[in-house]
Structures are given as structure tokens and as C-alpha cells.
């Protein structure tokens, strides 16, 4: 911890809370930092199945989409943790949400690759895969 408190220091940066913004910019940061609600709950119906495809909306490359059994385990896993991020009431996946879900697997199934490895890791070699 304390190389990132020197790192922090070094580079000017402040804890604030969220609180701390001016008012007009409450909504506008609660939407970019809200993740509550936004996956579709059809994808945890899907994902034992392995078929990402919502009934009221075509995408077609997720129309055709195998996930991984990893994949599966990370998304179902992701509801036992924090099933605040599912929600009946959002009725279709886009493209981006799909796609930065990727990225987000992607980035955990290195970092815990990491982690159970022998090697020795900088706080640098951790930040640089998220």
C-alpha cells in the first residue's frame, strides 16, 4: 500500500467522495459510475444454456455466440456476488455492453492467471491489465 500512497502523492491525487462534486454533475457521474441494473437477467437463463441472445433483440453475432463454460461461471458467479447488476426490466443487451463485458473477463482472467502464479508482481504489472 505504501508504494501506491508515494505514487499517489507524486502525482497530485486526492480522495474525494462523490458527495464532494457540485450538484449539476451528481446525475451525469451516477450514470457513468451506476452499474446497478444494466446486465440482463435473461443472461443468467442463457448462460446455462451458453447462448447470449436476448428474445427482444437481434444481435448477430450474439445470436450465434458460444461462450465459454469460463465465461459462464464468471458471469453466474458475478450474480451470486453482486446481483444488483442484473435486472428483469432491462430487455436487451447492446453491442458495447456485450463487448465491455469481454473486456472486463478478460482482464479478471489475467489478473487471477496472475495471482496464482509463482512469479513475483509489481502494483504496476497488476495495473497495467486493468
Not at 457521474?29 to 446497478?36: A, H, M, P
Not at 437481434?58 to 455466440?65: A, E, I, N, P, W
Not at 435486472?87 to 473486456?103: K, M
Request: charge should be negative; include cysteine; hydrophobic fraction near 40%.
Amino acid at each position: 500500500m505504501s508504494n501506491f500512497e508515494t505514487w499517489s502523492t507524486h502525482q497530485c491525487c486526492e480522495q474525494v467522495s462523490l458527495s464532494d462534486l457540485p450538484a449539476e454533475f451528481q446525475e451525469d457521474v451516477g450514470d457513468i459510475f451506476g452499474v446497478t441494473k444494466r446486465i440482463p437477467l435473461s443472461w443468467l437463463d442463457r448462460v446455462s444454456r451458453r447462448l447470449f441472445m436476448s428474445p427482444n433483440y437481434y444481435v448477430h453475432y450474439l445470436q450465434s455466440f458460444d461462450c465459454s463454460p469460463a465465461f459462464a461461471k464468471f458471469i453466474t458467479d458475478a450474480s451470486h456476488a453482486a446481483p444488483e447488476l442484473f435486472s428483469d426490466e432491462v430487455t436487451h443487451a447492446s453491442d458495447e455492453l456485450f463487448e465491455d463485458v469481454c473486456v472486463v473477463f478478460s482482464a479478471w482472467r489475467r489478473l487471477v492467471k496472475m495471482r496464482n502464479s509463482k512469479e513475483k508482481w509489481s502494483e504496476a504489472d497488476f495495473v497495467v491489465n486493468v
